[in-house]
């Protein structure tokens, strides 16, 4: 209740300056009574003060990940050039566009000025914010290294947000082209073949097995096409909630995503660069390797691996080398392993995490440009031999004629 209390929100004003000058503006508070007092501080007179109306169609752009990376990345440079916290939140506020995220910044700065720490007003915006960010800025602040851990959160977030970006790509890719496929033909099957089978109905002579064959289909999509469309609309809606309501569910899916062609080898290694990514993250921040395992298990976008995460952790807190359980879990690539053992021989683990990370954020790059390359002649393939058939089948009948004359 008292976080809904605090939640910061626009205000326009009216106004006299020092000087008895008319202004107005906008500013943002948590209730008209402190955005007046507000203002009297500014040497303002306010005479209207009111809510600022929402927009009537529209309103806040929705905070995505890469905006939190964005305000992440700000206010680590902003420290590293000096400026105080409080004081880099209002910087970085003021040169916001997006209004969700500006009001967000706002009640976490609110909330840092009253004495919050950092940690604990990002806490309150766990939709944003999850355990990994705030654990990390809570060890930066008690490390006195505030600054360098924004960078390093910054850094971790604008390449997990460019991996996913690309996974996405890939996974989009060969959906785009069944799609384009089904409803190209389905256009054709609806609208073009009933011209020519009223052309035919004149020929009065028994029409090829091929053509009969796409007029059958042709006839049965004009009756069923509400049914069929209503069919994968539904099946696409049982996927989805099946997947979100059911852990068993999306762990199967998880697992057998793993084993197709091409996009599956692309989420294996994306997975293990995240798997670097967060360890060497969390570890170089000083959180103990077990802990930082435990943060590792949920961030990895897979089941498979979140599974093999979760034995490593239980085998390393048993006295096991990290090394020695990422083998014995058979999941993960053995230069990711043999890395791994480098960077615990040599005490420099976080780098040799962060060298995974990087080399399999380069082979899942090379991955998604490869199969952009290769879906482009295979969408033409697709398209040719759908549209091709449909019209060699609509064909057939007039070329049989020009044989008989």
Known sequence: MAEKAQKLQAFVWEGKDRKGNKTKGEVSGTNLALVKAQLRKQGINPDKVKKKPKPLFGGSKKITPFDIA???????????????LVQSFDIVTDGLENQGLKELVGAIRNDVASGTSFAGALRRHPKHFDDLYCNLVDSGEKAGALEQMLDRIAT????????????????TYPIAVVVVAIVVTAILLVKVVPQFESLFQGFGADLPVFTQFIIGISEWMQEWWFIVLLGIVGLVFLFKEAKRRSQKFSDFVDKYLLKLPIVGEILDKSAVAKFGRVLSTTFAAGVPLVDAL????GATGNAVYRDAVSKIKDEVSSG??????????????????????????SGNLDEMLEKVADHYEGVVDDMVDNLTALMEPMIMAVLGVLV??????MYLPIFQMGQVV
């Open 70 to 84: 964005m305000f992440t990345r700000q206010m680590a440079t902003m420290m590293k050039a000096g400026v105080p």
């Open 156 to 171: 971790y977030l604008e390449k997990t947000e460019t991996l996913k970006k690309k996974v996405k790509k890939a996974m």
């Open 294 to 297: 435990e943060s590792v298990s």
């Open 320 to 345: 096991t080398q990290l090394q020695a359980s990422m083998r014995q879990t058979g999941v993960f690539p053995v230069m990711a392993v043999q890395l791994t053992a480098i960077g615990e021989e």
């Open 388 to 393: 091709g058939g449909l019209i060699v089948g």
